[in-house]
Structure formats: C-alpha cells, structure tokens
C-alpha cells in the first residue's frame, strides 16, 4: 500500500501549479466520495482560495466531476470504490438529474445480470 503521509500539506503546493498564476471564476470542491480527512482538508483548501480570489465555491461530486469531461448527449454511470466495501454509484444522461445512490440500497437482481 503506497504511503500517503504528507498528501495532504501537498495540496496548496498541486493547487498553485494547476491555476499557474490564472485567475478562476469559481472553485468547485469535491464533496464525496473519499475519506473524510481528504474530504475535509480539499474543501478547507477550497474555501480558502475562493475568500483568497474573491470567487464562489461550489461542492460536487466525484460523479459529477467526471461528466464534465463526458462526451455530451450520452448517458453516464459513474461507481466509485469507498474503500469500505461499498460501491457509490451516480447516474447521469441527456435527461436526468444526477442520482447518487449507495450499492447496498439497491434491490437485488432478480436474475443474473
């Protein structure tokens, strides 16, 4: 398992070199799923750039920060491991809300899959 002491104290450090002097219009802060210490420490870093630039900050999903980059018109289902034997799911499409539901609340499949 890799060693992530120090990530943390890195993200001022990653933040700065991605924005490379650019001014945003907004920062948007993931807001799960993760661990609650990342978690956590993102959304301290994200308000404190937003009152640094005077900007808005606005908390997303994981889900919702990869269909940004989605191919535009089609439906998306985004799962993310928690790490704690549970899997997150998001729906997206054309159409639909976003829908964030736990695996587990799932009803179980009649039949195979």
């Known amino acids: 398992m890799p060693d992530h002491r120090g990530t943390l104290a890195q993200l001022p450090v990653l933040a700065a070199r991605v924005l490379g002097g650019l001014l945003p219009?907004?920062?948007?802060?993931?807001?799960?799923?993760?661990?609650?210490?990342?978690?956590?420490a993102a959304l301290a870093l994200g308000h404190g750039l937003?009152?640094?630039?005077?900007?808005?900050?606005?908390?997303i999903t994981v889900g919702?920060?990869?269909?940004?980059?989605?191919v535009p018109g089609r439906a998306l289902w985004i799962a993310t491991d928690t790490r704690r034997?549970?899997?997150?799911?998001?729906?997206?499409?054309?159409?639909?809300?976003?829908?964030?539901?736990?695996l587990m609340?799932?009803?179980?499949?009649?039949?195979p899959i």
């Open 85 to 102: 034997g549970r899997i997150y799911l998001e729906r997206f499409g054309p159409d639909m809300p976003g829908l964030s539901v736990m």
């Open 64 to 70: 919702a920060a990869m269909r940004s980059v989605a």
């Open 105 to 111: 609340a799932l009803p179980a499949p009649v039949g």
């Open 25 to 40: 219009d907004a920062i948007a802060v993931t807001t799960g799923p993760g661990s609650f210490t990342g978690i956590r």
């Open 50 to 59: 937003a009152l640094a630039f005077a900007r808005p900050v606005w908390g």
